[in-house]
């Protein structure tokens, strides 16, 4: 408990007779807890068995006495020790944020560079730190430092050619933030499909359990059939669980099988469609 410095004035002890009789009057200092009745508890404990002086005994053979504490604080009296509490530490840095900024000014210092197209779509070519990369991902790391790297050059480029740029955008941002960039509502659903399969490939675990927790939002009648085939490619449990939570419903599960996705469910995954069928 803390404890803060008094001056206690030492219990004036009087008979209640027609005059009040001072028997002792002393200035003492003690350090008692900040609860004044306790301190005035252990100060009175202190001097209980002090001399009273002698005192006159009346006919009705009963003593009345009367003590008087003054308490008064010190308030120009320092604080003690275990008053004193230390600024707190300043926050430490935002770790992601930095990170952030360093992608954003990846150029100069930059030892990776990413030539990004798919299809024969226009590329994108993305600047970044090896170092980073291969911390998040052995398939960076072994991309970057291992044999599949070009030569020793101070930039190492590596092609994709299987994704498109604004994915790899992202898949970037969340390797140095661990976040995923904001994007618009009607943008995240196919977004969060890309990156799933991009987490797939580069073994970002974290990644794709985001995106499947992500996509369990979108989860309704017209996009059901198309996102089992994607929990089930790569084996997304839980969203799978998702989507048969939401096709349990009887309603639900007469309107999905009457949907195109349905039909190329049926072709592309016919043992999760005879399931559903099962259901009925």
């Known amino acids: 408990m803390a404890t803060q410095d008094y001056d206690y004035l030492k219990p004036n002890y009087s008979v209640l007779a027609d005059e009040a009789v001072l028997k002792c009057r002393r200035l003492v200092r003690r350090r008692v807890s900040r609860t004044t009745l306790t301190g005035v508890a252990e100060l009175l404990q202190v001097h209980r068995?002090?001399?009273?002086?002698?005192?006159?005994?009346?006919?009705?053979?009963?003593?009345?006495?009367?003590?008087?504490?003054?308490?008064?604080?010190?308030?120009?009296?320092?604080?003690?020790?275990?008053l004193v509490v230390a600024n707190k530490p300043p926050r430490l840095p935002d770790l992601h944020h930095h990170l952030g900024e360093l992608l954003i000014r990846a150029g100069k210092d930059a030892d990776a560079a990413f030539e990004v197209?798919?299809?024969?779509?226009?590329?994108?070519?993305?600047?970044?730190?090896?170092?980073?990369?291969?911390?998040?991902?052995?398939?960076?790391?072994?991309?970057?430092?291992?044999?599949?790297?070009?030569?020793?050059?101070?930039?190492?480029?590596?092609?994709?050619?299987?994704?498109?740029?604004q994915v790899f955008r992202a898949l970037l941002f969340f390797v140095y933030?661990?976040?995923?960039?904001?994007?618009?509502?009607?943008?995240?659903?196919?977004?969060?499909?890309?990156?799933?399969?991009?987490?797939?490939?580069?073994?970002?675990?974290r990644l794709k359990l985001i995106c499947e927790s992500k996509l369990c939002k979108y989860i309704d009648v017209g996009t059901v059939a198309s996102i089992m085939a994607l929990a089930d490619q790569y084996h997304c449990r839980g969203l799978m669980k998702a989507c048969f939570d939401f096709v349990s419903f009887p309603d639900n599960l007469m309107a999905v099988l009457a949907t195109d996705g349905f039909y190329h469910l049926s072709r592309s995954c016919p043992f999760i469609t005879e399931e559903l069928i099962g259901m009925l």
């Open 49 to 82: 068995e002090g001399s009273l002086g002698e005192v006159e005994v009346y006919e009705e053979r009963f003593l009345h006495l009367r003590c008087d504490v003054v308490v008064v604080v010190n308030d120009d009296t320092a604080a003690p020790q275990s």
């Open 117 to 165: 197209r798919r299809g024969g779509g226009g590329g994108e070519r993305f600047a970044a730190h090896r170092c980073v990369l291969a911390a998040r991902s052995k398939v960076f790391k072994a991309e970057l430092f291992g044999a599949m790297k070009e030569g020793d050059a101070a930039c190492v480029v590596v092609r994709i050619d299987d994704m498109e740029p």
């Open 177 to 205: 933030t661990d976040s995923l960039p904001e994007m618009r509502k009607e943008e995240e659903e196919a977004m969060c499909q890309r990156l799933l399969v991009a987490a797939e490939v580069y073994g970002m675990e």
